[in-house]
């Protein structure tokens, strides 16, 4: 077996750093630059981009079947600019922060411990996420191409707007499963070197979907976290 390539092995640093909290700050930082970099890349952008993506859809897959994130769908199935709702207990709800983060958190919360679990995603514009996140459960490459067209590089911010989508849907798989998660890593180190090329992606895709059942946080585990309706 030849070596990883760079892109494999950047993205490898990069997951890494976002489940070990004891990497020195200096080494959290390079990572972080070097995945912006990777994505604002035009020789690496479109590979890097798919795998982000489908880890994200990964991410999603394996969480219960009854968590709004897997119950997306636009308003309007006919128009792809339509908002994006949620299907929470047969009602309909918009794609915010008090349905996709509130329903599991106190968002009032002034205990510290509490404002604690959800303080890695305080910085996060729930709302700008959704249409990234909708694509991503449908297809990695159409969320690739909605962030940059193939063979083209991703801005600086279009780069960071990713990362905080991976931030986000980390965040709610550890809501279910704590931080030492090894289903993460195993999902990570699928997707760190999938082929996600045209003749790739669909056994990539298959692969992904699979790895989500093994990993899946399981069924029920949302109705007994749930705090609101």
Do not use: K
Request: charged share 20%.
């Amino acid at each position: 077996m030849g070596n990883p390539d760079h892109t494999t092995v950047t993205l490898h640093q990069y997951f890494h750093s976002l489940v070990e909290p004891l990497l020195s700050p200096q080494v959290s930082l390079q990572r972080h630059q070097s995945i912006i970099d990777l994505l604002s890349n035009a020789s690496t952008a479109t590979v890097s981009l798919r795998r982000m993506s489908g880890l994200i859809m990964t991410l999603i897959a394996s969480l219960d079947p009854d968590d709004p994130h897997r119950n997306l769908d636009l308003a309007d199935p006919t128009d792809f600019t339509s908002e994006l709702t949620i299907s929470v207990s047969g009602n309909r709800r918009p794609f915010d922060t008090t349905t996709m983060v509130g329903d599991v958190h106190n968002l009032d919360a002034n205990d510290p411990a509490e404002r604690l679990e959800f303080e890695a995603i305080a910085d996060v514009s729930v709302e700008s996420l959704s249409t990234y996140l909708f694509l991503c459960t449908i297809s990695p490459v159409q969320a690739q191409q909605w962030i940059a067209d193939d063979e083209q590089p991703a801005s600086a911010d279009e780069a960071t707007f990713v990362t905080q989508a991976l931030r986000y849907a980390l965040h709610r798989r550890r809501v279910f499963v704590g931080n030492d998660d090894p289903g993460t890593l195993i999902a990570m180190y699928e997707w760190q070197s999938a082929d996600v090329s045209a003749s790739g992606m669909t056994e990539a895709v298959a692969n992904g979907y699979e790895i989500a059942e093994e990993i899946s946080v399981g069924d029920n585990v949302y109705r007994a976290r749930r705090i609101s309706d």
